[in-house]
């Protein structure tokens, strides 16, 4: 496919996301009507989709429009690129842009559009929720968010680690955030076709969620309940920092697990699965990583923060605080209690740690909320002493 083609592609599937269709649905359903696609072509194409739902308020503007073409000239036009070089007509190029499309673009865009790219409904709240980053993190996030590994230190190191890499053509390099953190540059797209990576030397995960995981203190024979486990990604970190810990999984769909035991095998850790709804009790640390917005990872699933409403969010809170209070019971007396969120916002971080404090009578020891300044998503982490 030449470049254009994959613009007009991107147009198509921004019309089914636009009329509805899940951002990853659509992609995956494009893909099977159009085989013809290569895998470059494929990944071309969903950069371009992504690219524009990352900032689809202001390329509607930029653009004038809100439907698949508007979207993508407006997207061109914020990347200083004139749409006429891509809306040609040749070959299986968008057709030119018509003259009632030319007029709709705006001749000048306001200096703080990256604002522009949150939900209408909740930008006073994340910009109140922010304070003084509020600007800086709107515009980053805007851009792709970087890919990061956790190098698996109970089978290798950073700098063997990264020469690994290095042997199947994959650019890493140390991040500050954590000291088990590699960034990837070139070749990040083949990484888990590399040999690192199936010999379990290292583990996609984000550099905020490895810097909370890093804040847990662990000693040999703690008992640890990682208690929302999902697909097991904070169990086979705990296990990688402290392999004489004894880890325990749990999520209320255990599909969301399924994958976990050869996870593990190929890490070299020791982690049980508990069955939903029978976590067990008397842990010495229980981790809660709470359902939520997800507005921190809004650069990787950019779609979601569209989709979600003020009715889910409240949804979510108090979800988040039902969790909170039943995963108290599972703590052994004297034990912790660590809650976690990819999110951004108070209401779900801050004052949801406040609130479950106040009604047990618990100590919160600490709580950090890391931003995308840091370079990796948005995330909160929280300590409570029970």
């Given at each position: 496919?030449?470049?254009?083609?994959?613009?007009?592609?991107?147009?198509?599937?921004?019309?089914?996301?636009?009329?509805?269709?899940?951002?990853?649905?659509?992609?995956?359903?494009?893909?099977?009507?159009?085989?013809?696609?290569?895998?470059?072509?494929?990944?071309?194409?969903?950069d371009h989709v992504f690219d524009v739902l990352r900032c689809k308020a202001s390329a509607a503007l930029a653009g004038g429009g809100a439907g698949g073409r508007a979207l993508v000239a407006g997207s061109l036009r914020l990347q200083g690129v004139d749409p006429a070089t891509i809306f040609t007509g040749e070959g299986f190029a968008p057709d030119p842009l018509s003259e009632a499309e030319r007029a709709a673009l705006p001749h000048a865009l306001p200096d703080d559009i990256a604002?522009?790219?949150?939900?209408?409904?909740?930008?006073?709240?994340?910009?109140?929720?922010?304070?003084?980053?509020?600007?800086?993190?709107?515009?980053?996030?805007?851009?792709?968010?970087?890919?990061?590994?956790?190098?698996?230190?109970?089978?290798?190191?950073?700098?063997?680690?990264?020469?690994?890499?290095?042997?199947?053509?994959?650019?890493?390099?140390?991040?500050?955030?954590?000291?088990?953190?590699?960034?990837?540059?070139?070749?990040?797209?083949?990484?888990?076709q590399a040999a690192a990576y199936k010999d379990g030397l290292v583990e996609l995960q984000?550099?905020?969620?490895?810097?909370?995981?890093?804040?847990?203190?662990?000693?040999?024979?703690?008992?640890?309940?990682?208690?929302?486990?999902?697909?097991?990604?904070?169990?086979?970190?705990?296990?990688?920092?402290?392999?004489e810990a004894l880890i325990a999984a749990h999520d209320i769909d255990a599909?969301?697990?399924?994958?976990?035991?050869?996870?593990?095998?190929?890490?070299?850790?020791?982690?049980?699965?508990?069955?939903?709804?029978?976590?067990?009790?008397?842990?010495?640390?229980?981790?809660?990583?709470?359902?939520?917005?997800?507005?921190?990872?809004?650069?990787?699933?950019?779609?979601?923060?569209?989709r979600l409403s003020a009715a889910r969010l409240s949804e979510l809170v108090a979800l988040q605080s039902e969790i909170l209070d039943a995963a108290r019971d599972f703590v052994a007396p004297g034990g912790r209690l660590v809650y976690m969120t990819c999110s951004l916002l108070t209401v779900e971080n801050g004052a949801q740690i406040a609130n479950f404090a106040m009604r047990h009578g618990c100590e919160v020891l600490s709580q950090r909320q890391i931003?995308?300044?840091?370079?990796?998503?948005?995330?909160?982490?929280a300590h409570l002493q029970l």
């Open positions: 496919m030449t470049p254009a083609a994959r613009y007009a592609a991107a147009i198509d599937i921004l019309d089914r996301i636009q009329s509805g269709e899940v951002a990853e649905r659509a992609l995956t359903n494009w893909a099977r009507s159009h085989r013809f696609a290569g895998s470059k072509d494929r990944a071309a194409i969903r604002q522009l790219d949150w939900p209408d409904w909740l930008r006073d709240q994340l910009a109140s929720d922010l304070g003084a980053d509020f600007g800086a993190i709107s515009e980053a996030m805007r851009a792709r968010a970087p890919v990061f590994l956790r190098v698996n230190l109970a089978k290798t190191d950073r700098d063997r680690a990264i020469a690994a890499l290095a042997k199947d053509g994959i650019e890493a390099t140390p991040h500050p955030l954590a000291a088990t953190a590699l960034e990837l540059g070139a070749g990040a797209r083949r990484i888990q984000d550099v905020a969620s490895q810097a909370a995981i890093a804040s847990v203190p662990l000693g040999p024979g703690e008992r640890v309940l990682d208690y929302c486990a999902g697909g097991g990604g904070k169990s086979l970190a705990l296990a990688a920092a402290c392999p599909g969301r697990m399924r994958d976990l035991p050869a996870r593990a095998k190929r890490a070299g850790a020791k982690v049980s699965l508990r069955a939903p709804g029978d976590p067990g009790t008397g842990y010495d640390l229980v981790l809660v990583d709470a359902p939520c917005s997800g507005s921190g990872t809004w650069r990787r699933t950019p779609d979601a923060k569209w931003t995308p300044l840091s370079g990796g998503d948005g995330f909160f982490v």
